[in-house]
């Protein structure tokens, strides 16, 4: 990968968790959102329901044909 080897891609990464600690449980976190979210649009269903509620057709009059 890239002409580097474990021993390199080990030391490349120790790199990065010494400098970008700070950033590592924001990261997990955001990560782990977009994990649940995606497993929940997985279980909802795509249909859409479009039925009018009860409070939405009091406010409006009932049309009436001419």
């Known amino acids: 990968m890239f002409g580097l080897g ?4 080990v030391i490349v990464l120790l790199i990065l968790i010494i ?4 950033r590592l ?13 995606f497993r929940r649009s997985l279980k909802e269903s795509d249909e859409i329901d479009i039925t009018p509620n009860e409070a939405a057709s009091k406010d409006r009059p009932a049309k009436r044909s001419p």
């Open 19 to 22: 400098l970008f600690s700070r």
């Open 6 to 9: 474990l021993g390199e891609l």
């Open 25 to 37: 449980p924001d990261l997990g976190d955001s990560l782990g959102k977009g994990i649940r979210k």
